[in-house]
């Protein structure tokens, strides 16, 4: 049997917003959560037409319906005299209850008022449902192919008597959800990366709720079969997350608890420094239990004078440009170190409006600051609409995304290590697996760093020559290439970033620098027979250099007979002239193992060299890099020579 559901709340103060309802908010959670499916809910007023119109059309629409309000002995309180005449039969008194609303008068010391005696009034037919808290029982009666279950508005009473009308609806479907949620992307960015999602999963239910400061996605599931429901709530969520990315901060947690969890596994003590926030990011740490155990502290530092006195920021600098700057949130962020003995502080400093205070940012303009004892970093976040509260707000949420974001990006380089000493003694390890895909695409880059182009190759080369599985791989040893300059755990990072939100997307590291020996290791863990590499043209005509093998023909043989390339063009680098050298190495037999990837033109000047020659001489890149690379270099002070 269905267990569809539509709820109806009846009382003209709900409709003059006199008061908020609370019945059916707490009705849909708790039915949901049991698999039922309400198709609908309603906020009527008190009277006879509307209650008997808005009962026939639920009634049409669903097996169950559940109504709150009405019941009282006042003369507002028309529900019983509607649904008689809906059912055109009469109200009878039901003496039993008549007595037992008189006994607990009695027992109260109190008369009872005669107008109390409607309460023991019920259609003929209809079933009480008992009411242990209140005067005002409920009941019950069939309309055409529904059930009609009328409770009291009063939210105590209802939430009681809503368990005995559950026992008498029954199990529905197994229901399972996932929630996320998102802070850094609005609501139609979501949408548009979400695209498709109702046709991959059609018995997948997605509903977008946006909660100012931040967004939030439910997905939900109702299926008879529970692993069915699992299996698919599941791939569903996996789907969701590759597309959002690093914008999904929770799948529940709120934004402090988040964080609050990251300090207590990195074990920092943190600190505050506020100008324009006014307290508030301190007030939303410790809205947390257990805060304590990580947040030393804050200062909110308002005047110039606050913030040289308290947090050593210089007072000459401020008089000459002010405080929205990048270098005083970060001396702010570092005057809280200091002065609260921590191991990392966060500072805000910005414009509220609606004047600009003498300052040279705009209206809406903020500056949040991290210090920590290895290094510092400032990010300006420009949100120029609402009044002065929405701005705090979010201004308080940007500050403590940023605080994520740089204490998670820590997080993955320091679980890193592990993953690079694995793979060095293995030859192979990942730090990101997605599955065993039968037609996987491998990837191997320095990263160092990972470019705009490397990202746009790799998206078009899915696109061109669909695969199940991407595996983008950092290349710790490559034939002929230094990996200097940034870290292993920075680069590693930085791969991430790159290729956040990529479908299918696996991330690994690989110590073996000819391509014949990566080959084996990947046959080891990839039980599929069709292995596909991408590279560049100067990749492959390093590949098919003699010179880096004891015996050329066998490793030919063996690379070419086990697995495929898809060849990007590089600059004065076509598909003839990859033909033409495999012509000149007597290897034009393996030319159907090759597939090359026209690409615009703009992506083949860019290169890892270029970037790092154009950050030492202090160019701008942002044409260059993904938007999250350059910040994260720009940040961590790398490639500066």
């Known amino acids: 049997m269905k267990k569809r559901v539509s709820l109806i709340a009846i009382g003209d103060e709900l ?94 010391g109190l008369p009872m008022p005669l107008s109390n005696r409607n309460q023991a009034l019920f259609p003929e037919g209809a079933k009480v449902i008992p009411n242990p808290v209140g005067t005002a029982p409920g009941f019950s009666v069939r309309y055409k192919k529904s059930q009609i279950f009328f409770l009291p508005g009063v939210p105590s009473e209802f939430k009681i008597m809503l368990e005995d009308v559950i026992k008498r609806i029954g199990k529905g479907k197994s229901l399972r959800t996932k929630r996320f949620r998102i802070f850094g992307i609005p609501e139609s960015g979501i949408a548009d990366k979400l695209n498709g999602f109702s046709d991959l999963f059609k018995e997948c239910k997605i509903a977008f709720l946006p909660s100012f400061p931040e967004n939030i996605v439910d997905i939900s599931v109702l299926s008879r079969d529970e692993k069915r429901a699992e299996k698919i709530i599941n791939e569903a969520g996996e789907w969701i997350k590759e597309r959002i990315g690093d914008f999904i901060y929770s799948e529940g947690e709120t934004l402090p608890e988040v964080i609050g969890k990251l300090l207590r596994e990195m074990g920092f003590k943190i600190a505050t420094a506020e100008s324009c926030t006014g307290g508030l990011v301190s007030s939303l740490i410790t809205d947390v239990p257990g805060s304590s155990d990580y947040f030393k502290g804050g200062i909110v530092s308002y005047w110039y004078e606050a913030k040289s006195n308290l947090l050593g920021v210089d007072s000459e600098f401020l008089e000459k440009n002010g405080a929205v700057n990048e270098r005083v949130a970060i001396d702010m962020a570092e005057g809280a170190l200091k002065a609260l003995n921590v191991d990392i502080a966060l500072s805000t400093t910005g414009i509220l409006g609606p004047g600009k205070g003498g300052e040279r940012e705009e209206v809406g303009t903020l500056f949040a600051g991290i210090a920590w004892k290895g290094g510092e970093l400032s990010k300006k976040f420009f949100f120029p609409l609402g009044d002065r509260r929405a701005k705090k707000i979010i201004f308080s949420y940007f500050a403590l995304d940023s605080l994520r974001r740089f204490l998670l990006s820590e997080k993955r380089m320091r679980d890193s290590k592990e993953v690079i000493e694995k793979a060095k003694k293995e030859g192979i390890a990942f730090i990101k697996k997605c599955r065993n895909g039968k037609n996987p695409l491998f990837f191997f880059i320095t990263a160092n760093p990972p470019t705009r182009a490397h990202r746009e190759i790799l998206i078009e080369a899915v696109k061109t020559y669909p695969h199940d599985e991407v595996v983008v791989m950092l290349d710790i040893y490559h034939a002929d290439k230094s990996v200097e300059e940034a870290s292993l755990e920075e680069r590693m990072e930085m791969l991430r970033i790159a290729f956040d939100g990529v ?73 003839k002239k990859i033909e ?53 270099i720009r940040e961590r002070k790398l490639y500066k020579g």
């Open 15 to 108: 409709l003059s917003g006199k008061i908020r309802d609370e019945n059916l908010f707490y009705a849909v959670n708790k039915l949901t959560s049991l698999g039922i499916e309400v198709v609908e809910e309603r906020i009527i007023g008190d009277d006879e037409k509307s209650i008997i119109s808005a009962l026939k059309s639920a009634s049409s629409v669903a097996d169950f319906v559940l109504v709150s309000g009405g019941l009282g002995p006042t003369e507002d309180d028309r529900t019983r005299r509607a649904v008689s005449k809906l059912l055109k039969k009469k109200l009878i008194l039901k003496k039993d209850v008549l007595k037992a609303l008189s006994e607990r008068f009695e027992k109260r």
């Open 580 to 632: 033409e050298i495999f012509r000149e190495r007597n290897l034009e037999r393996y030319l159907n193992k090759i597939k090359v990837l026209k690409i615009p033109s703009s992506l083949k000047d860019i290169s890892s060299t270029e970037v790092r020659e154009r950050i030492k001489r202090n160019e701008p890149v942002s044409d260059l890099l993904p938007q999250g690379v350059e910040e994260f």
């Open 503 to 575: 479908p299918n997307l696996s991330i690994g590291i690989s110590s073996k620098g000819l391509f014949v020996e990566k080959l084996d290791l990947i046959r080891e863990v990839w039980k599929s027979e069709k292995i596909t590499f991408l590279a560049g043209m100067d990749t492959m005509v390093r590949i098919l250099s003699p010179a880096f093998y004891q015996d050329p023909d066998l490793a030919f043989k063996k690379l070419f007979e086990n697995s495929g390339f898809i060849v990007a063009e590089r600059k004065d680098m076509d598909e």
